[in-house]
């Protein structure tokens, strides 16, 4: 077993703090990384906190991070595809039961044994698993991603949750060329939203309740912004868009978004408001609009996603900040106070 340090949380109401924590050795099928950069994802924060313990209770220590990008330093025998001085990443899971139907898709994100980067049952090491606020990780091979080289490792980071979150439902809804396309919300989800939307080619909107926000809407790839709380400009686009990506997580009126659909048009949440959104039955039955929700993607799909973001010149907008800054960032994240992501340069742990 080997050790590394990191930043931990050692209740809700704690700061994070430095903690050295254990990793396994790594096996014949693991990969061994440096973590050069981490994301921070809101979950990071509703973990850390225990904001989600009707969903998942947060056992403490809890090391978040789910956004990693590092080095390869080790590769087990039977490892394939990756060699020592690679760059990798890592993302929201570290591994599956690798044999259901879901699995064997390459849709691991619905795995009924999947096993998140953090705060989930290590069965290597017992205790929890501990995420990429920490030197190192160790990962089997299957649930390694190959990183872009002519990308910004610091912008790469969001992509392993904010990038597949959104790159996720537009694909696999086929959002493309001809499309009015509506992305709500610009924040770390909705930002990269309007960049995969673009770069598919189709017109792009950003619904936003902010006029501040119109600047850099366009400065990011979107063709038009509505600003949702003028009753009349909502009205005017009433019944124009193919798709929209709601990536809000304050509450909000999705019967209003919902209107905004032409018939057979698809609505898909990756937001997460805290309280159930209301929806009438009409604005579903009226123009056989239909209503979704999303997650990360598999395997497969994130790796495409890298690969696409290496072909287009793709990286999340970022903050980089140094590990001794967590906690005054969570709080600026809170505020919404970050255009658009923080990334934590681990070169500070150290």
């Known amino acids: ?168 439902p537009l694909r696999h809804h086929k959002v493309g060329k001809g499309q009015r396309v509506g992305i709500v919300g610009l924040g770390g989800l909705g930002h990269m939203g309007v960049k995969f939307a673009h770069a598919f080619g189709a017109h792009v909107t950003v619904i936003t309740t902010s006029a501040r926000k119109k600047e850099d809407a366009h400065r990011l790839g979107a063709d038009a912004v509505i600003l949702s709380s003028q009753p009349d400009e909502m009205a005017r686009h009433a019944g124009t868009f193919d798709f929209l990506l709601d990536t809000v997580s304050a509450d909000h009126d999705i019967n209003a978004l919902l209107g905004l659909l032409k018939p057979d048009g698809h609505l898909t949440l990756v937001g997460a408001p805290a309280k159930p959104l209301e929806v009438a039955s009409f604005s579903l039955l009226m123009g056989r609009r239909t209503l979704s929700g999303s997650i990360i993607g598999g395997l497969p799909e994130t790796q495409e996603m890298l690969d696409f973001c290496g072909q287009h010149g793709i990286t999340a907008d970022v903050e980089v900040v140094p590990i001794q800054s967590v906690n005054e960032a969570y709080e600026r994240l809170l505020r919404a106070d970050v255009k658009y992501r923080f990334v934590i340069d681990l070169s500070t742990l150290r």
């Open 1 to 168: 077993m080997n050790s590394a340090k990191a930043y931990a949380a050692q209740s809700p109401t704690s700061p994070l703090t430095p903690l050295t924590i254990p990793r396994r050795a790594p096996t014949e099928s693991d990969v061994q990384i440096e973590i050069l950069y981490c994301g921070i994802c809101h979950s990071d924060v509703h973990s850390a906190r225990n904001e989600w313990s009707a969903f998942m209770a947060t056992s403490y220590p809890i090391v978040p991070g789910h956004e990693i990008v590092g080095r390869v330093t080790h590769v087990g025998s039977a490892v394939k595809g990756y060699r020592v001085g690679d760059l990798a990443a890592v993302g929201c899971l570290v591994d599956s039961d690798r044999t259901c139907t879901h699995c064997q898709a390459g849709n691991e994100q619905f795995c009924p044994n999947m096993v998140f980067t953090f705060n989930a049952p290590d069965s290597h090491l017992g205790g929890m698993t501990y995420g990429g606020y920490s030197q190192s990780i160790v990962v089997d091979q299957r649930f390694v991603l190959r990183v872009p080289q002519n990308l910004s490792l610091a912008g790469v980071a969001p992509l392993l949750c904010a990038g597949i979150t959104t790159y996720s």
